[in-house]
């Protein structure tokens, strides 16, 4: 004869399962004024971001795949099989911009899920949310919200923002904005159609204000500074004061990327100028520059111990410790299953 289960156990396990099923799958969010990455690396794509003492990366030897590691490389871990970018952390998840390569077999199968859109991730891999399914050109975290370049055929490409939670998705400007210049409630973006000023969005009452009337390109915000390409001048780094004044040059040379230490010090940059292209950086607070690496270079990554850039045309990823030192090594992380 069976031994029948006591009602009591049956009710208490069904409780436990309800209260873990709550706690997994309740969303956690942020205070208002959490960042999810820094303005530079933003600027340079995302596909480093650095929080709660963890690298989160694009692993580019394993199709930018979405790992993580420690602040100082060591103890790699795979989270997802997606080519990522815009990578953004904060609290509980990492929101990610997905660009997925589809292969001829899946464009032909009707079970083939989505490859691009913006995805939100538990930290440890778990519960992968899409929260748009569509081409995004670039996104960030302010709080409880994702700001991304939306595209869709009728409306062409316009910055959006959605709370975490899938909820409250809304169009704010009409233009193609990369959302990476924020300081406190308010977003400083160079416009793309009608001019290149430098603008704000306060983010409370979404008014727009001209904070400096410039033909300016690829913002970054770094404390009280807007760092920005001068157009006009050959792409010369320049920077003002968040309130647009106190204009001035800070390299005198065409850049195409560029990004600002953590601690605001050291400037990251590089140099187009044909054979005479490298990779170099500033100390701010000298004005004194130097050659670090020859040759083209992009995705300019910073982190509390690490600089991190791409070779352009092979793709190849070179680390340097974060200051004064000069030694350049490959970053080659492991490719795991």
Partial sequence: MKKKI???VV???IIGFIIYTNLTYRIEYNQDSALGNTSGNLLNTGLFCEDDNKIYFANHLDNDSLYVMDTDCTNFKKIYSNTVSYINAEGKYIFYNREN??????????????????YRIIKSGKQLTSLYEGHVLSAS???NYIYYDH???????SLHRIKLDQTDDTRLISQSITPNGFSGSDLYY?????????YKMNQETLATDIVYKGNCGSLLVQDRYIYYLNLDEDYHIWRIQTDGTNEMEVVDEGCSTYNISLSGKYLYYQVDAGGNSRFCRMNLETGESETILAGIFTSIHVTSNYIFFR???????????????????VFEPPVLN
């Fill in 6 to 8: 006591p009602f009591i």
């Fill in 11 to 13: 009710l208490l396990a």
């Fill in 101 to 118: 390569r589809k292969t001829e077999s899946q464009v032909k199968s009707i079970f083939a899920v989505n490859t691009v859109g913006l």
């Fill in 141 to 143: 975290l302010l709080g």
């Fill in 151 to 157: 595209y869709d055929d009728k409306t062409g490409l």
């Fill in 190 to 198: 160079c416009g793309t159609e009608n001019d290149h000023y430098i």
């Fill in 311 to 329: 070779e352009y045309d092979t793709n190849k990823t070179f680390m340097i410790p974060a200051g004064d030192s000069n030694e350049v090594s």
